[in-house]
């Protein structure tokens, strides 16, 4: 109370719907009116609640204080927020303890004030709790202690809540966004808490045409659509701003707005008119402070429509990707006016970003939520199911077990993928995140932060390098005159306290622990001892030799690092059968095939058409191209920035031949002196990419350094490339040299590229032929991560 429409009876309404809708079904919603003006009042909200009869029900969904205080044996907690005001929105400076002697003088007992004073929720029972607090309030309700807010009601209330949501009274913990799973005291330390970004029951949201600035919310301070004014007003985008809802801070708003005849305040709009101003706009400011999850943000996209937030937003933060789908921008003025200017100021741009947005949420649908929650009660044994707020069917495809949590823990983000390393995490986990969701906590430049999805139940979230991280990184690279941002993470954790607090909160939520590389270790020790999966990309200690060179102090630190992550480890995976046998000889470990498993590198050969000579020479034709190209892809990563070399050599020895190199390795050498018959296009769009690969003559992986396996092989494989290679960048992939591809030495290359351009057609043909089979084979990544999901699945047994 007061009664208002938002966020939350979207939820319950959507909910209800799409649960009535399926056989068998039977779903009610009860809501209780919950005033809190005063102790008094919350005190009796929380008996009514605990005092409400459900045994009639199957299953109950408790979403938001104090609906948990219910009492039923197959209780579901999806959490919306805690009465927030006594958690993460408490006032700063109010203390937080408080004089015990104060509730021992109005009759509380002993053991019931040490309970508050310490939070202890197992040492007191819900009814004995309700029963002190509610007494003493009873005795004396104007004493001084009951200041709301203050320290006893905040111990109080959070204390109530605890209990409340003990695990013996709760069978699930989920929670609308990782921001609410993530706060203070929200649920019970240890307990694992699943993450459900939940759809909007807004119909009618579709993209249309580019008019407005429009932004939608209650009008509360903790929306600060005061700060989207001030920008609107500063930046001079000459389209008008649109604001809909009402609250207490409308009037303070209007007068913000006064004078300007571009800002119009839309008042509460009905569902048809919401929509058709989300149609309208060209973007979508939403700026709050914190926000739980943010319906707007979600609306916003599925108009196709850009959204502006902050750094600060909470929520919002999951779902938007920076310059993708959105901006996300500092809690000021001026850095949201600049937004503004640049969505405004390029209208194909902004629609670009809108229906990038669209695609990214358009998995979020109420058929997925009703299986999550329903699956994650106890199942009847039999019948059709009634369940309050929520129902429950007879045991089908809707009551399927809900998917464990496999937190992953990596020092560089996934998108956008162009790299090796980035290749395979994101060909890897978005398959494995068909068994299980995987999240994903990474390390990334100042400028990154928040929640990206980059597939149903796959997400990374993007923890921004301290200022302190990148001092200690930038002086280790000046020492070794190399990448060190993993090195860095390794030696420094404690540089990096976002990083870890992160860490924490997935490893307390996770079912798995993995990470990927061995320099996530460290972090994960510094927080938490629970078991892990080491993800080996590499032989470490072998790659970075050849990084390091005369560095040996770095290398034996690598070496260190990495014979700590095999040996403790409850399952090592390598890329290759080589590199495993590396490890185990290197580290002297004892296995019998069960804790060192190879999962190698792939492709996803379905998604990668075959070309055919006839098409290859249509495309060239097509675009003048008369000679011969050869293509390198790689990122800027030692070994590959010495394959560049032996290319711009073989270049030099055949000028005939014009070569085309990709990815960030170009940014790596651009100031090297090359042949004119050398392009650096660097990093390309997928698209691009895939042109390149069409049309090229012969792919390059003149590799002579490094460890791992190289997934540009596969690549160019797969699209049906010939492929010239030395004998060591082929390694752990089996490839036959001579059936497979052309072999060359590093000091012979232009012979070997001139060998693969002097065979016949149908000579290529049989090469290509064999190289994709042996892809189609063992390279793909769906039957890859079926294995390694089975293997995972198998630790949780």
């Not at 310490?118 to 309030?137: I, K």
């Not at 993007?462 to 190399?482: C, D, I, M, R, Y």
């Amino acid at each position: 109370m007061p009664f208002v429409i938002g966020g939350a009876e979207n939820l319950w309404w959507g909910l209800l719907d799409a649960l009535n809708a399926r056989p068998g079904i039977q779903a009610d919603l009860l809501k209780v009116p919950t005033p809190e003006r005063s102790m008094g009042e919350l005190l009796a909200s929380y008996r009514r609640f605990s005092q409400l009869d459900l045994s009639h029900f199957d299953l109950v969904i408790s979403t938001k204080y104090p609906a948990w205080a219910i009492r039923h044996r197959n209780h579901v907690v999806y959490l919306q927020h805690t009465l927030r005001g006594l958690y993460d929105c408490y006032p700063p400076g109010m203390p937080t303890h408080f004089d015990q002697d104060a509730l021992l003088s109005l009759g509380m007992p002993v053991r019931i004030v040490d309970a508050l004073a310490n939070c202890r929720a197992a040492d007191v029972e819900f009814d004995d709790l309700l029963d002190a607090l509610d007494a003493a309030w009873q005795r004396s309700p104007q004493a001084p202690c009951w200041a709301f807010p203050g320290p006893v009601t905040r111990a109080a209330i959070r204390l109530l809540d605890a209990v409340a949501m003990r695990p013996d009274r709760i069978v699930h913990y989920a929670a609308i966004s990782r921001v609410v799973a993530a706060r203070d005291g929200y649920f019970p330390a240890g307990v694992k808490v699943a993450v459900h970004h939940h759809p909007t029951s807004l119909k009618g949201l579709a993209p249309g045409p580019q008019q407005t600035l429009f932004s939608a919310s209650r009008l509360d301070p903790a929306k600060r659509i005061d700060l989207i004014i001030k920008a609107y007003r500063q930046s001079g985008v000459d389209m008008p701003l649109h604001i809909a809802g009402s609250g207490p801070d409308e009037a303070r708003l209007r007068e913000a707005a006064a004078g300007h005849s571009g800002i119009r305040f839309l008042g509460r709009v009905p569902d048809a008119v919401l929509a058709q101003e989300y149609a309208r706009a060209v973007c979508v400011p939403f700026v709050p402070r914190d926000e739980d999850y943010g319906l707007i943000t979600l609306e916003a996209m599925l108009s196709a429509k850009p959204v502006i937030t902050t750094t600060d937003s909470g929520g919002p933060l999951e779902l938007i990707e920076h310059e993708r789908s959105g901006f996300v921008v500092e809690p000021d003025a001026d850095a949201l006016a600049g937004a503004m200017q640049r969505v405004c100021g390029d209208l194909p741009r902004a629609l670009e970003m809108g229906l990038a947005g669209r695609t990214r949420v358009a998995h979020l649908d109420w058929n997925s939520l009703c299986d999550a929650l329903v699956s994650a009660g106890r199942q009847p044994a039999s019948g059709n199911q009634r369940v309050g707020a929520a129902t429950q069917a007879a045991p089908s495809v809707v009551t399927r077990r809900a998917k464990p949590v496999l937190g992953v823990l990596n020092t560089y983000p996934i998108a956008p993928v162009i790299s090796g390393g980035k290749l395979r995490l994101h060909g890897l986990y978005s398959r494995v995140a068909e068994q299980f969701q995987v999240q994903f906590v990474n390390l990334a430049p100042s400028h990154l932060r928040g929640v990206r999805n980059l597939a149903a139940d796959f997400s990374e979230e993007l923890v921004p390098k301290s200022q302190a991280f990148a001092e200690v990184e930038q002086q280790l690279e000046n020492t070794l005159g190399a990448s060190v941002e993993d090195l860095a993470a390794a030696l420094h954790p404690g540089t990096a306290p976002q990083w870890l607090d992160a860490i924490d909160a997935l490893a307390r939520r996770a079912d798995l622990i993995v990470c990927s590389h061995p320099y996530t270790m460290p972090a994960l020790r510094k927080v938490s001892s629970r078991a892990f999966v080491y993800e080996a990309h590499n032989v470490e200690a072998d790659l970075k030799a050849d990084i390091y060179g005369s560095h040996r102090w770095a290398i034996d630190q690598v070496s260190a690092l990495e014979r700590r992550a095999v040996l403790d480890a409850a399952l090592v995976t390598a890329c290759s059968a080589q590199d495993r046998e590396r490890m185990v000889g290197l580290y002297g470990v004892e296995d019998d095939g069960a804790k060192l498993i190879v999962v190698p590198n792939g492709i996803d050969v379905t998604a990668t058409r075959l070309r055919t000579a006839a098409q290859t020479q249509r495309r060239r034709s097509a675009l003048r191209v008369a000679n011969p190209l050869a293509l390198f892809m790689g990122s800027a990563h030692g070994p590959n920035i010495d394959a560049a070399r032996l290319v711009i050599e073989a270049a030099a020895q055949l000028p005939s031949v014009h070569f085309v190199l990709l990815g960030s390795v170009c940014h790596a050498i651009e100031a090297w002196e090359r042949p004119a018959n050398v392009g650096l296009l660097g990093v390309v769009s997928d698209a691009e990419k895939a042109s390149w690969l069409a049309i090229c003559d012969v792919g390059l992986n003149p590799v002579i350094s490094g460890s791992g396996t190289n997934l540009k092989l596969l690549e160019y494989a797969a699209v049906g490339l010939p492929v010239v290679s030395t004998e060591f960048g082929a390694r752990g992939l089996g490839y036959c040299a001579g059936e497979e591809y052309v072999s060359a030495d590093a000091d012979a290359f232009a012979e070997g590229i001139d060998a693969m351009l002097q065979l016949t057609q149908a000579e290529r043909d049989s090469m290509v032929h064999n190289a994709r089979c042996r892809v189609e084979a063992q390279g793909d990544w769906a039957a890859i991560a079926a294995a390694y999901s089975q293997t995972l699945a198998q630790i949780l047994e």
